[in-house]
């Protein structure tokens, strides 16, 4: 059988140094703080053959699509490869690369490269449309975030809140993922609309009372990994954030669970007089840090009695 081959390129020069934007391309778990239509990302596994990487990412407010590569990543050669396990129709086959050429010490040119193949006779133009917008999407991603990146260390908050559960994974993954039920369960959920259209994809709009008094409203979309792993991205954010990712961890040990709470924001430096007049980027991020490990505390403290009070503590 015929076929017919594509080739879509596209390039972008970086002011920022070779390395730095490498680390950030090799780097898949970062991206959805970045990224817009990032949600998550995650190695299945590695072996002499690279990396099998699954994908989860926005096609709208209420849909999510996911996909696996395989990538390589020669640091050596400068230079990250990848192939889609499962073509897109109509295509038969869908790989690439990024190539990284350093012009001086900050200053990077960047190459994504993609090959399709098909049937000839194959109707690619929807699918090269795509690839076309989401290379362009990407490497102006890929440029904010590396020229950005001295100013990015001081906007971005990233932590981790742990709690040790004497109950089941399943009982306190369930707690969690059950976030249809958070308005009964939970005294700062106020409303919460939810679908899950494709089974552990979850959409909703969900309103908290904050430490104010006054409501607020975000959407986010959750990727629930049974029963190990609940990813969230805020779609709709507060009004003081750029961006907000996280996730609820759960880790099985001989005595019981480890559950974790994490969140990653990005500061919005035109919103800090919503703190009040000269508000710095420090008192910000403790602002944030209070409010977000009160709140994600205070969930995997109810999950916890959840877990233990069916397990018989």
């Not at 960047?110 to 193949?117: A, T």
């Not at 020229?147 to 089941?168: C, H, K, N, W, Y």
């Not at 009160?294 to 503590?313: D, Q, V």
Request: hydrophobic share 40%; with cysteine.
């Amino acid at each position: 059988m015929s076929s017919t081959q594509q080739h879509v390129d596209h390039g972008a020069t970086i002011d920022a140094d070779y390395q730095t934007v490498f680390e950030l391309v090799a780097d898949v778990a970062r991206w959805p703080q970045f990224h817009l239509s990032a949600v998550h990302a995650e190695i299945v596994h590695s072996n002499d053959k690279g990396d099998l990487v699954q994908h989860w990412s926005l096609v709208s407010d209420s849909a999510v699509r996911t996909w696996r590569t395989v990538r390589r990543t020669d640091r050596t050669g400068r230079r990250i490869t990848f192939s889609y396990v499962e073509a897109d129709p109509p295509a038969t086959e869908i790989r690439g690369e990024w190539v990284f050429t350093e012009l001086a010490q900050d200053r990077t040119r960047v190459e994504l490269r993609h090959h399709v193949s098909a049937p000839a006779g194959a109707d690619l133009g929807p699918l090269l449309d795509r690839i076309n917008q989401d290379s362009k999407e990407h490497l102006d991603t890929l440029r904010d975030t590396a020229q950005r990146r001295a100013e990015l260390d001081d906007l971005v908050l990233s932590f981790t809140d742990p709690l040790f559960i004497a109950g089941s994974i399943e009982d306190a993954y369930d707690y969690l993922y059950r976030a249809d039920l958070w308005p009964e369960r939970i005294p700062h959920v106020v409303g919460l609309a939810m679908t899950e259209d494709v089974q552990n994809v979850q959409f909703f709009d969900m309103d908290t009372k904050g430490p104010d008094g006054g409501t607020h409203t975000v959407r986010s979309v959750r990727i629930c990994l049974p029963p190990n792993l609940i990813v969230y991205k805020q779609i709709s954010l507060p009004a003081m954030l750029d961006a907000h990712t996280g996730h609820w961890r759960f880790t099985e040990t001989r005595e019981g669970v480890v559950g974790e709470a994490r969140h990653t924001s990005t500061i919005k430096p035109s919103a800090l007089s919503l703190l009040g007049s000269g508000t710095t980027i420090g008192e910000a991020r403790r602002f944030l840090r209070r409010l977000l490990s009160g709140n994600s505390l205070s969930n995997l403290s109810l999950a916890k009695a959840f877990a233990e009070e069916r397990a018989g503590f």
